[in-house]
């Protein structure tokens, strides 16, 4: 389990994150809402360990994170899908796939797991085209793809649904769903898009100006008007 204590972050004179608390448990998909310029991103990269938290605590699994390097937290069986996909456009569909085993050692390393085409059946169809010959939608599952090649325990996605067509954002949603349902991962999904989100939420977190200030279970979404707080 994800336990964020009382994080704190900083930029400049400007208070980012203010004492966030929450947590992400297994088998359940936590959808993190707000509208732009909240601290949505910034959350995540204090997880991911890319910019440091000035106060609080991060726990995953019982253990500290606070002073793991962004491998170390990808070791731990952490993997994140940022904003904007950031796939590698020179590399092959089975390429930047391949990327995503390197928590693992030799052989392992050498071979796409066959659930991850079973997945996302055009990442199969296309494995040897080079990834920024891709569709916006496609970049998507191949970054989501790349992701759960290492096995992950706790899945972060960042607004996977920005910019790309709404036939793949259902197929994305049914992958979602699916990987929760097993029981043994966490997902955390930061969203705008209201209605992609309550389709999915387990349970709910309503971000504003670098705080939380709503949250419940998914099926109270419509009922808490979390509509209104968000952008779409």
């Given at each position: 389990?994800?336990?964020?204590?009382?994080?704190?972050?900083?930029?400049?004179?400007?208070?980012?994150?203010r004492g966030l608390s929450f947590d992400?448990?297994?088998?359940?998909?936590?959808?993190?809402?707000?509208?732009?310029?909240?601290?949505?991103?910034?959350?995540?990269?204090?997880?991911?360990?890319?910019?440091?938290?000035?106060?609080?605590?991060?726990?995953?699994?019982?253990?500290?994170?606070?002073?793991?390097?962004?491998?170390?937290?990808?070791?731990?069986?952490?993997?994140?899908?940022?904003q904007g996909r950031e796939i590698f456009?020179?590399?092959?569909?089975?390429?930047?796939?391949?990327?995503?085993?390197?928590?693992?050692?030799?052989?392992?390393?050498?071979?796409?797991?066959?659930?991850?085409?079973?997945?996302?059946?055009?990442?199969?169809?296309?494995?040897?085209?080079?990834?920024?010959?891709?569709?916006?939608?496609?970049?998507?599952?191949?970054?989501?793809g790349r992701a759960l090649a290492c096995?992950?325990?706790?899945?972060?996605?960042?607004?996977?649904?920005?910019?790309?067509?709404?036939?793949?954002?259902?197929?994305?949603?049914?992958?979602?769903?699916?990987?929760?349902?097993?029981?043994?991962?966490?997902?955390?999904?930061?969203?705008?898009?209201?209605?992609?989100?309550?389709?999915?939420?387990?349970?709910?977190?309503?971000?504003?100006?670098?705080?939380?200030?709503?949250?419940?279970?998914?099926?109270?979404?419509?009922?808490?008007?979390?509509?209104?707080?968000?952008?779409?």
């Amino acid at each position: 389990m994800l336990e964020v204590k009382d994080l704190n972050q900083y930029y400049g004179g400007s208070h980012i994150l203010r004492g966030l608390s929450f947590d992400a448990r297994p088998g359940e998909i936590t959808c993190l809402l707000g509208r732009n310029g909240v601290g949505k991103t910034t959350l995540l990269k204090c997880l991911m360990g890319l910019i440091p938290a000035k106060s609080g605590s991060i726990h995953w699994q019982g253990k500290p994170m606070n002073h793991s390097k962004p491998h170390q937290r990808v070791q731990a069986g952490i993997s994140y899908v940022p904003q904007g996909r950031e796939i590698f456009p020179r590399l092959t569909v089975e390429e930047n796939l391949l990327m995503g085993l390197s928590r693992f050692p030799g052989r392992q390393a050498k071979q796409v797991p066959e659930d991850i085409y079973d997945l996302f059946p055009v990442l199969r169809e296309m494995k040897q085209r080079r990834g920024g010959d891709l569709s916006g939608g496609q970049q998507q599952q191949l970054a989501i793809g790349r992701a759960l090649a290492c096995r992950p325990q706790l899945l972060i996605l960042d607004e996977p649904t920005e910019g790309i067509q709404p036939s793949v954002i259902k197929e994305i949603g049914v992958v979602i769903r699916g990987l929760a349902a097993r029981g043994d991962m966490a997902i955390l999904l930061v969203e705008q898009f209201y209605d992609f989100a309550a389709e999915l939420a387990d349970s709910y977190l309503v971000m504003s100006r670098g705080t939380i200030i709503q949250r419940g279970r998914g099926d109270e979404m419509e009922a808490q008007g979390v509509r209104q707080r968000v952008a779409i």
